[in-house]
Each structure stands twice: as C-alpha cells, then as structure tokens.
C-alpha cells in the first residue's frame, strides 16, 4: 500500500491481548445480576461490540435495557482493578506503532473501552505517546461500524488525509465493515478475536498474521535504529 498518512487501531484482540481480563470482568458483572456465567468461547465472540450489545447477546435479550447500564458499570469498575494483570501487548505492537509515528504516520486509537479503564492501561503499556488521537467509549457519540465516528471524532484532525491513504486495523468484522463504510484500507488481524468466515467474508484489502506485517503493508522497514529487536 503506497502513502500510508493516517492508520486507526482497534485495542482489544489487535494491539493487546486482553480476553483473560474480559472474561473475568463480563463473568463476574453478570453474575452479579443473576445470569448465567458466558463460556471463554461465548464472551470471546462479542469482543469488538459495545458492553451494551454484548450483555444483550450474552443473556439472551433477558437482560431488561434498564439494568444494562448498571452491569456496564460493574464491568468497567472490576476491569480498573484488574484489568493491567490480563493485558499485554501482541509481538511487535509497540514496533509497529513507534516505527509508523517516527515516519509521519498518524495514529489513531479507537476502543470500546471506558476511558477509565483505558488510559491507565496505555500507560502502563507506554504506548499513550504513540498515539495523535485517543477515543474511549465514552468519549463518543458514535460507534464502529458508522461512519459517522470518522465524520465527527476523528476527519476534522486529519482533514488533508483522504480516506484511501488511510487504513483500519482490527481483528473484527465491525473494524472492516468501518473501514468500507468510510472508504478506507480494511486490514484483518487474523490472530485476533474475530470470526474467521464472518471477516473473511467481508473481502478485506489486508490481511495481517502478525503487527510486524503491517510494516511491509506500509512499506517501512521491519528495523529501525534505536528500536529494540
């Protein structure tokens, strides 16, 4: 891919591996409010939708759309205190990140996670610097896939980029679909938390079995000086 100006990450399942950390935070929220306690394979399915969509998947639609914020808060208050246990960088994430900003690529953070749980996440990663833009949950009044998250959080910063010198990188069918919905280069992280036929299906411009990969996407070296190995 030529002229690479601006890249947007999915966190959880593309920069860091994190399903430990949810498991242990969605189990115990429900379990709080009475639902059944959701398998690795169940939760690991909704990674990459809001906290909302994936209570109403995970109990079924039992869960009454008046108690969904209250469970969205035991979840995000658990994964402050846990959360830096269960979540670690993938190989080649800091990497990949540095190396991009050192050659003038902008990069953009979109999570779905609560802003509370993020930062301090990032700073214990010392990733925060590798970022221009940052976007929690929280901090948004749109969600992936629309193109309106683009259109209001994000185009206005990086407003002489067009959209196909930028690219997308997520390892769900939600992170695809954004990047074809705001015309921009769709890249699958396939060692991540989605679902292999679902994204696949989605016919993305790139596929990445590792970060590392996105360095010959964008055409930079896989070393630079001063980088650690």
Same mark, same amino acid.
């Given at each position: 891919?030529?002229?690479?100006?601006?890249?947007?990450?999915?966190?959880?399942?593309?920069?860091?591996?994190?399903?430990?950390?949810?498991?242990?935070?969605?189990?115990?929220?429900?379990?709080?409010?009475?639902?059944?306690?959701?398998?690795?394979?169940?939760?690991?399915?909704?990674?990459?939708?809001?906290?909302?969509?994936?209570?109403?998947?995970?109990?079924?639609?039992?869960?009454?759309?008046?108690?969904?914020?209250?469970?969205?808060? @035991?979840?995000?208050?658990?994964? $402050?205190?846990?959360?830096?246990? /269960?979540?670690?960088?993938?190989? !080649?994430?800091?990497?990949? &990140?540095?190396?991009?900003?050192?050659?003038?690529?902008?990069?953009?953070?979109?999570?779905?996670?609560?802003?509370?749980?993020?930062?301090?996440?990032?700073?214990?990663?010392?990733?925060?610097?590798?970022?221009?833009?940052?976007?929690?949950?929280?901090?948004?009044?749109?969600?992936?896939?629309?193109?309106?998250?683009?259109?209001?959080?994000?185009?206005?910063?990086?407003?002489?980029?067009?959209?196909?010198?930028?690219?997308?990188?997520?390892?769900?069918?939600?992170?695809?679909?954004? @990047?074809?919905?705001?015309?921009? $280069?769709?890249?699958?992280?396939? /060692?991540?938390?989605?679902?292999? !036929?679902?994204?696949?299906? &989605?016919?993305?411009?790139?596929?990445?079995?590792?970060?590392?990969?996105?360095?010959?996407?964008?055409?930079?070296?896989?070393?630079?000086?001063?980088?650690?190995?």
């Amino acid at each position: 891919m030529n002229n690479v100006k601006l890249a947007i990450f999915d966190f959880d399942g593309t920069l860091v591996s994190s399903i430990d950390g949810i498991a242990v935070c969605m189990q115990s929220a429900l379990k709080r409010f009475g639902y059944d306690t959701p398998s690795r394979d169940e939760l690991r399915a909704t990674v990459g939708k809001t906290l909302e969509e994936s209570i109403r998947i995970l109990t079924a639609s039992r869960c009454p759309e008046a108690e969904i914020p209250m469970v969205v808060r @035991a979840y995000r208050e658990m994964y $402050v205190e846990v959360s830096s246990q /269960y979540t670690n960088l993938f190989d !080649g994430a800091e990497r990949v &990140l540095t190396t991009f900003k050192r050659n003038g690529i902008k990069n953009v953070l979109v999570s779905n996670k609560g802003s509370v749980g993020l930062y301090p996440l990032l700073d214990k990663l010392q990733i925060t610097g590798c970022f221009d833009v940052v976007l929690a949950a929280d901090q948004v009044c749109h969600t992936k896939p629309s193109a309106d998250l683009y259109e209001t959080h994000i185009a206005s910063a990086f407003r002489e980029i067009p959209t196909d010198q930028t690219i997308v990188v997520g390892d769900t069918a939600t992170d695809i679909l954004f @990047a074809d919905n705001i015309g921009a $280069v769709s890249c699958w992280a396939s /060692y991540g938390y989605g679902d292999a !036929g679902e994204c696949m299906n &989605l016919n993305p411009k790139h596929v990445i079995a590792t970060l590392a990969d996105l360095l010959t996407i964008a055409r930079l070296p896989a070393r630079e000086p001063g980088l650690m190995p």
